[in-house]
Nanobody, 128 residues
Framework: VQLQASGGGLVQAGGSLRLSCAASGRTFSTYDMGWFRQAPGKEREFVAVIRRSGGGTYYATSVKGRFTIFGDNAKTTVYLQMNSLKPEDTAVYYC??????????????????????WGQGTLVTVSS
């Protein structure tokens, strides 16, 4: 599977953006799908995950209540709806897929190593 992330851009603080992650030619219903971000000079960090087969969603504390991860009915695109954006949300955002058939713990899904496929990243800049 290949992932294509899009939707980044420049937005003022308090604004909204929706990021998209398209899975080429495959559905993601049997994958765990995550969003991560990397700010300049910082390590890549977990943002949100939607677990496979209707397993639910989970968010980093810093974005909970502002961001929503969800998929389309065709199960080929995962979205990250970002509301009430803050300057500290500025980062390159990456979508990722865990395609392994082996289920893993939620704690593992919050780490980079849990995912075997990554999109190219899309830049989000939030101005104050």
């Amino acid at each position: 599977v290949q992932l294509q992330a899009s939707g980044g851009g420049l937005v003022q603080a308090g604004g909204s953006l929706r990021l998209s992650c398209a899975a080429s030619g495959r559905t993601f219903s049997t994958y765990d799908m995550g969003w991560f971000r990397q700010a300049p000079g910082k390590e890549r960090e977990f943002v949100a995950v939607i677990r496979r087969s209707g397993g639910g969603t989970y968010y980093a504390t810093s974005v909970k209540g502002r961001f929503t991860i969800f998929g389309d009915n065709a199960k080929t695109t995962v979205y990250l709806q970002m509301n009430s954006l803050k300057p500290e949300d500025t980062a390159v955002y990456y979508c990722a897929a865990r395609t392994s058939s082996r289920r893993t713990m939620l704690s593992e899904l919050q780490t980079n190593r849990a995912y075997d496929t990554w999109g190219q990243g899309t830049l989000v800049t939030v101005s104050s």
